[in-house]
């Protein structure tokens, strides 16, 4: 476990925290006033490796050879010119900080990234991580990677869980949750909608199944599998045969048919290393779901009963009705699809370049 103290006096600026992946939905910007809970499990931090925040510079100043070498194979809105190498944080786990309201412009129900870091060190005052509450936006803090320093925490170590172990231990991700929307004029405003989680990770897994693909049609399995993934799939896939095989992989899991083209496998919740099958599905294409999310396509809960509370005996489950189904069809967060697509070296082929200058198109289709 670690501590991070400010780089300026030394000051401690958080609670002990094991690091862990970071979340598909970390930079996820979800409908339009929508209130998003807490990104980070208390306790927790995750690290983004490439640059993010002020500074931004829009695609017409940047040299492709540049982009190329940041691991951008196609246009995008804008490129930060920040440092690689930010922390986040659940908003709870800050120790000796200060807000600095004056850097919180730009907002419209909360705090956003604003003009710059809008917490400083309450010791010294050094700017030191970014505070993000604001509307369809998941609440969390940004430590500025060049203002903090990181120091392990003696005899604190988190133990790496086995694939086994996250079986039993790991928590799986509901496809469904309730959404509230900030500040209705009828009161509180919340229906039952596919989790903003699952759209996220679908879509980086989406610009993976595209990837694999070759240009030719993808199957998934049937059900829940299915119903993120198909419709996307056959809408953006021509008819070309042979068709691909995607199958479902991963610890629990019968192995993969050996006519398995594609693997559909978990990220490891702490390190966020692939699971990779042993041959021979060794050479399909693996295609990255986080822990949660997978768990719940691969061992569905179609009734989750919950621990009675009050004076009720130990054991006692609550036998309340299970989560109403969403009203519309799923669809994938365009946004994460776009931020993954566009780090595939196959991007540079023209018919997947296609789909990403058709981005909107599919939008209004409603597949995104």
């Avoid at 050879?65 to 490129?79: N, Q």
């Avoid at 991963?250 to 192995?255: D, F, K, N």
């Avoid at 294409?285 to 009963?305: D, I, K, N, Q």
């Amino acid at each position: 476990m670690f501590v991070f103290v400010c780089a300026g006096c030394g000051a401690r600026l958080t609670n002990p925290l094991s690091q862990v992946e970071l979340p598909a939905h970390a930079h996820q910007k979800y409908g339009n006033g929508i209130q998003l809970p807490v990104l980070m499990e208390s306790g927790t931090f995750a690290v983004e490796p490439e640059p993010w925040g002020h500074p931004w510079r829009r695609w017409e100043e940047v040299d492709p050879d540049e982009a190329a070498a940041r691991g951008i194979h196609a246009p995008v809105h804008a490129l930060s010119e920040g440092p690689p190498g930010s922390i986040v944080i659940a908003p709870g786990d800050t120790r000796g900080t200060v807000l600095v309201p004056e850097q919180a412009g730009g907002y419209c129900c909360g705090l956003d990234w604003g003009d710059g870091p809008n917490m400083a060190c309450e010791a010294c005052g050094l700017p030191v991580a970014n505070r993000i509450d604001d509307c369809s936006l998941w609440q969390a803090v940004w430590l500025a990677p060049d203002a903090v320093h990181r120091l392990p925490v003696d005899d604190a170590d988190t133990a790496i869980l086995s694939w086994a172990e996250l079986l039993v231990e790991g928590k799986a991700t509901p496809p469904s949750v309730p959404i509230t929307r900030w500040g209705s004029l009828l009161g509180l405003d919340h229906w039952w909608s596919w989790n903003p989680q699952w759209e996220a990770a679908a879509g980086r897994a989406l610009a993976h199944l595209l990837a694999a693909s070759d240009g030719r049609q993808v199957t998934v399995p049937h059900g829940l599998v299915a119903e993120v993934f198909q419709r996307a799939l056959d809408a953006l896939l021509p008819a070309v045969q042979p068709v691909r095989r995607a199958v479902l992989a991963g610890p629990g899991l019968p192995a993969p048919d050996t006519d398995a083209d594609i693997v559909i496998v978990p990220t490891h919740p702490q390190t966020g290393e692939l699971w990779s099958p042993a041959d021979p599905a060794a050479s399909a294409y693996p295609v990255p779901l986080p822990f949660g999310v997978w768990m719940w396509m691969a061992f569905p809960e179609p009734h989750l009963h919950l621990p009675a509370s009050g004076t009720m005996p130990d054991g006692v489950l609550r036998d309340d009705p299970p989560a109403p189904r969403p009203h519309r069809l799923f669809r994938v967060d365009s946004g994460t699809f776009q931020h993954t697509l566009v780090r595939l070296p196959a991007v540079r082929s023209s018919w997947l370049r296609k789909v990403l200058e058709n981005l909107m198109h599919h939008m209004h289709a409603g597949l995104f």
